[in-house]
Each structure stands twice: as C-alpha cells, then as structure tokens.
C-alpha cells in the first residue's frame, strides 16, 4: 500500500489532540512519540475493559453486575479529573469528529478514537449526588419523587440519570432525564484549552494558508460555553420552543426548576439508538436521512443557529418517524452578515454556478486569502465538493467516502488553493455540523432528491414540498410562520 501524500484533516486533529492532552494529578510526558502511542494503547484498553465487562455481565447474577459496574465507578473528583486528562473534556469532542468522520484514518487510530464515542466509567452515585445539592440546594432524593442514581448514559462533560418530578400545573407525576456535569471537568477542559494553541500551529504547518488563530478561538469561545449547563438550557428551550408541534423532529423540554449551572433537567424521551436504527429498512433509513438534513439547515436557515455536535448518540429514533435530538451544549449562533455570506455562498456555487461570483464571495468572507494564482474555475472546483449533493436536480445517495473525500481535497497540500485557503470564525462549526452530517447520511446509504430539499430550505427559493416529509410539514410551517413563503 502506498504512503497517501495528502493528510486528512482529521488525522492532524487527531495527532494534534495527542500532542496536547495533559493528565491531571499526573507527571506530563516529555515524549511527544510516547504520548502519541498512548492514545492507541488507551483506545484498547478502553475497548477490552468494556467489552470484558459487557461479556461478564452476559453470565452474571444481579448481585455481580452491580458489583461489576461499581468496580468502573469514579468515586471522588481527582478521579475523574483523571479520566477526563485521557478520555474527556475538549479534545474528546475532536476525537468524536475524526473518529466517524475520515474512514482515511490508519485502522488501530481510528478504532482508538470510536472508543471516545463510548460512554467512560461513570462518576458514583454520591458524587453526582453531591453535585445536584451543591447547584441546586438539596440531595436528589429530596428533589425528585424519584431517583435513580445509576446513570443511563454519559457524554463528553456529564452523565444522565432518570428521575420523576411532580409537574406543578397538573400534579401528575412527569418521567425526566437530570444530566449531571462531572466535577473537575472544568479544570480539565482548561488543561486543554491552555494547550489548543499548539493544536493551531500544528495546523499551520501542515497547511500554509491556514490562519489558526480565529479558529482556535472559537473552539475555546464554544467549548468554554458547554461548561455552563444554564447557557445549554437556554439554546436547548430555544430549539424546543421553535419545534414545537413539529410532525417529525422533537427537542425535549427542560425544567428550569430542576436546572443550574452543572445540572440540567429535561423531560425524558425513550427511543431507539443510532445502531438500532441502522438495522431498519433502507426506506425508513431514508427518511431518518431526509429528517437529520432538514433540522440542520432548517435551523440554520430559520433559526441562525445549529447545533454543532452531530454525534449518532445525540438522536432518539421512534417507531412514528420522529427523531428527537438532544444535547445542546454545542449551539452557534449567526448573526445576520454571516448569514448573508453563507446564503450568497450556495447561491452562487449551488444554485447559480457562477463561480466568479462565488470567488468574491469567499475572498470578501475570508476563506481564501487575495493572490491566489487559480482561475475562477479552478476556485470554483475546489470549493464545490461541498455542494455536491445539491448542485443537481437528481437523486443521489450519500456514502462513509463522500465526508472523507472532502476532507482530504480540502486539505490537500499538493494544491496550490490550500496555500490561500483558511477557515474564519464564522465557518469553524459550519465545517464540523457538514462534515459530521455527510458522514451520518453516509453511513445510512441515505438516497433522496436532496437539491430539490434544499430548494424548500433555501430562503432565497422557498421551492415547493418534494417528499412526503416535506408534505407533513406544510401545516406546522403555515401555523408557525416559520418561513413558510409562497411557493414560486
């Protein structure tokens, strides 16, 4: 096999998470070659012990599969603040990225980094505890009707529990998901975050044109965000109250009362995974495609906002064809000029094809630094990939080498554009919320006529419903007003 010239992006994401990862409590490495070793061996590791206990579990009784899950426990704050050095804070969410984006990853990184996409051991049920009293003034077994204090799931900073409430209005009893933050996790995301500006200068070197500093800028602006499960809540009520009655994408409800700073409380939704949802048929997957495609650019488009972490294990899937999507630490925000650059982008480059326009439009934003000696055309090509799937009127079917593939043309060093070519503020999370979701759709083998899609979301053509997804919407697009235009 031959040594691939180009690097894929996510490759030097994932090296560069390596070279900056700081253990806390612990002696750091001066061996940068030893530190990149780790991140394999702590993949396997990861890997065996998970799939030990799983296996043990299989043939245990109930008194030794709690046994067995209390051995994972983290007990006090020092130990997570440990396991959050090897496994999460902020550079689990680059790791989660190039794990699922570039299938171009050698074999032993890439399956090194899914194991960031497993839930870590989770903290002990006291230590959560003492996190819900300190935020929100007294023990869970206070504060709810009822508690569970084993944990259902755990993300990058958090883990989830289920619990019951008393609704104030009806007095019925309500079934809520209480995520609880991990404490330490601040410190360790900024261990990391101290260190993101050699993540930046590695970046550099690889690719000239690359200015790294607003780029790093704005993973420390959002990432110091998600610290703060208040700011979570607000985005994630935002997203809820904006969906509301919508026929097939649901965002739970939080409960402010139940909510603070490093505890969030939002109703709790029972669905089917990701990889249950693979095993349904390619229609139903289809249409699982079509929905993750809608609410990115719906949002983006009607809300000037998206979330920003397209993980599999951010969505619920049902046996109606609804998805609901959790998870709103990662939201962005556009303001009205960016957003006049992104829709002058696709117009030009998608719905136009006018690539001189399309140039001007990428200098003035930033993207591509003036001087660039490649013709309009050759500009136009480069940056084209990313439209691909919506550049035509046709059916297309998206696969897991469609993101790769457009990782490594980006970002390939032998093409003079990626001398010029850069990524401003604007467009950092733009890059994460495509590239994740070209993946996703990738690994649904999901087909569909996505240009006309786009034509219903795009507002400068507000095109006609196309699918029957989009039929369904019609009503809740005329009651909201939620850019329900005339049809041209």
Same mark, same amino acid.
């Given at each position: 096999m031959k040594f691939r010239r180009v690097v894929p992006l996510a490759l030097v994401v994932g090296i560069a998470a390596v070279a900056i990862r700081k253990r806390a409590a612990r002696v750091f490495r001066t061996s940068r070659s030893q530190r990149n070793t780790d991140l394999v061996m702590l993949g396997a590791s990861v890997g065996v012990s998970y799939a030990g206990t799983a296996a043990r579990k299989l043939f245990a009784s109930a008194e030794r599969r709690v046994e067995l899950d209390q051995?994972?426990?983290?007990?006090? /704050?020092?130990?997570?603040?440990?396991? !959050? =050095?090897q496994m999460k804070g902020a550079l689990m969410k680059l790791g989660q990225m190039a794990s699922y984006v570039d299938e171009a990853l050698p074999a032993p990184l890439r399956e090194a980094l899914?194991?960031?996409?497993?839930?870590?051991?989770?903290?002990?049920?006291?230590?959560? /505890?003492?996190?819900?009293?300190?935020? !929100? =003034?007294a023990p869970p077994e206070k504060l709810f009707v009822e508690w569970d204090p084993t944990p259902i799931a755990a993300a990058?900073?958090?883990?989830?529990?289920?619990?019951?409430?008393?609704?104030?209005?009806?007095?019925?009893?309500?079934?809520?998901?209480?995520?609880?933050?991990?404490?330490?996790?601040g410190d360790a995301v900024a261990a990391d975050l101290r260190n993101a500006d050699l993540l930046g200068m590695l970046l550099q070197q690889g690719f000239g044109g690359l200015n790294p500093d607003e780029m790093v800028g704005e993973v420390k602006e959002r990432l110091i965000e998600e610290l703060d499960y208040r700011q979570e809540a607000r985005n994630q009520q935002l997203f809820a109250d904006y969906y509301r009655g919508h026929p097939f994408i649901h965002v739970p409800d939080v409960l402010p009362a139940f909510s603070g700073q490093h505890v969030i409380t939002s109703e709790l939704v029972v669905g089917h995974t990701w990889n249950e949802m693979l095993q349904w048929s390619q229609d139903r997957r289809d249409q699982v495609g079509e929905t993750l495609f809608r609410f990115v650019f719906r949002s983006l488009y009607g809300?000037?906002?998206?979330?920003?972490?397209?993980?599999?294990?951010?969505?619920?899937?049902?046996?109606?064809?609804?998805?609901?999507?959790?998870?709103?630490?990662?939201?962005?925000?556009?303001?009205?000029?960016?957003?006049?650059t992104f829709i002058s982008m696709v117009k030009a480059a998608a719905y136009e094809h006018d690539v001189t326009a399309f140039r001007r439009v990428v200098e003035a934003a930033g993207m591509l630094r003036p001087g660039c000696p490649s013709t309009d055309a050759e500009v136009g090509e480069?940056?084209?990939?990313?439209?691909?799937?919506?550049?035509?009127?046709?059916p297309v079917t998206w696969s897991g080498e469609y993101a790769s593939r457009i990782v490594r043309h980006t970002f390939d060093?032998?093409?003079?554009?990626?001398?010029?070519?850069?990524?401003?503020?604007?467009?950092?999370?733009?890059?994460?919320?495509n590239l994740g979701l070209y993946a996703l759709l990738g690994e649904l083998r999901a087909t569909g006529n996505y240009r006309r899609i786009a034509e219903e979301l795009w507002p400068f053509v507000a095109g006609p419903p196309s699918t029957a997804l989009a039929e369904a919407e019609q009503e809740w697009l005329r009651a909201t007003q939620h850019g329900a235009a005339p049809h041209r």
């Open positions: 051995d994972r426990e983290l007990r006090t /704050a020092a130990a997570v603040a440990e396991r !959050l =050095g899914a194991q960031l996409q497993s839930n870590a051991p989770p903290m002990s049920a006291e230590l959560a /505890a003492q996190v819900i009293e300190q935020d !929100l =003034g990058s900073i958090g883990q989830v529990h289920r619990a019951v409430v008393l609704d104030p209005i009806t007095g019925s009893e309500r079934a809520v998901a209480v995520k609880v933050q991990y404490p330490g996790v809300m000037h906002a998206f979330n920003g972490d397209p993980h599999p294990g951010n969505y619920l899937f049902h046996e109606d064809g609804k998805v609901t999507f959790l998870d709103f630490g990662l939201v962005k925000h556009f303001d009205a000029a960016e957003m006049a480069y940056f084209s990939q990313f439209y691909e799937s919506v550049r035509d009127d046709k060093r032998t093409s003079p554009i990626a001398q010029y070519a850069t990524v401003p503020k604007a467009f950092v999370f733009i890059q994460r919320i």
